[in-house]
């Protein structure tokens, strides 16, 4: 089966970290740009972070860079997002996403997302 | 960054009526534009990509046109099993970027 499955979503106190996981199966993963996504409660999609399928070309929101830190382990099928600096408006669901084969653009496959809640 | 709008934010419809969608960017994006159904407490799914082509296993209900700044979806007959919110995505340049969200309630 292909699927994408988020892990390491929790509560948090501002200014803290975590590092968010994605577990991919069912398709050759180095094959696929990869992406993670995220949703505020109540709220709309915010794309957050790209990296390619080799690793080693990375893309991110304004609002996360020098906070966030995507990255992968093709030989694991692991795709990684490191937050750090936290703030209480990065709460939200983190999707991972997959592109198409071949190409960045938008996004074929969605895991279920882990919450991240970030609060004193 | 390129800003989409949608119109309208929420819409309320009929099994059986046709629906439509609209999505504005704030330049043009060529026919770089996906929409997305996200079904309460589910993560999105794809519909349409490049404007206009339908993702493998979406119902053919589904249709999308539109190039440069403005674009439609089409739903042209509401199912119960629609009930969703609809997000417009421009993938022509980063950051990518989302329209805020169309909530459709089925009558």
Redo the contacts between chains.
């Keep these: 089966e292909v699927k994408l499955l988020e892990s390491g979503g929790g509560l948090v106190q501002p200014g803290g970290s975590l590092r968010l996981s994605c577990a991919a199966s069912g398709f050759t993963f180095s094959s696929h740009a990869m992406n993670w ?1 995220r949703q505020a409660p109540g709220k ?4 957050v972070s ?1 990296i390619s399928g080799s690793g080693s070309g990375t ?1 991110c ?2 609002s996360v860079k020098d906070r966030f830190t995507i990255s992968r382990d093709n030989a694991k099928n692991m795709l990684y997002l490191q937050v750090s600096s936290l703030r209480v408006e990065d709460t939200a669901v983190y ?1 991972c996403a997959r592109a ?1 084969i071949g190409s ?10 882990t919450l991240v809640t970030v609060s004193s | 960054d390129i800003q989409m709008t949608q119109s309208p934010s929420t819409l309320s419809a009929s099994v059986g009526d046709r629906v439509t969608i609209t999505c504005r960017a704030s330049q043009s994006i060529s026919s ?1 534009l ?1 929409w ?1 159904q ?1 079904k309460p407490g ?5 519909l349409i ?1 490049k404007a206009s082509a339908l ?1 493998s296993g979406v119902p053919s209900r589904f249709s999308g046109s539109g190039s440069g700044t403005e674009f439609t979806l089409i739903i042209s007959s509401l199912q119960s099993d629609d009930l969703a919110t609809y ?1 417009c ?1 421009q ?1 022509n340049s ?8 169309t909530k459709l309630a089925i009558k």
């Design positions: 996504v709309g999609l915010e794309w790209l893309y929101a304004d999707f198409p960045y653009y938008y996004f074929d496959l969605w895991g279920r997302g | 770089w996906a997305y996200q589910k993560a999105p799914k794809l990509y993702e997000y995505q993938y980063f950051p990518y970027t989302f329209g805020q969200g």
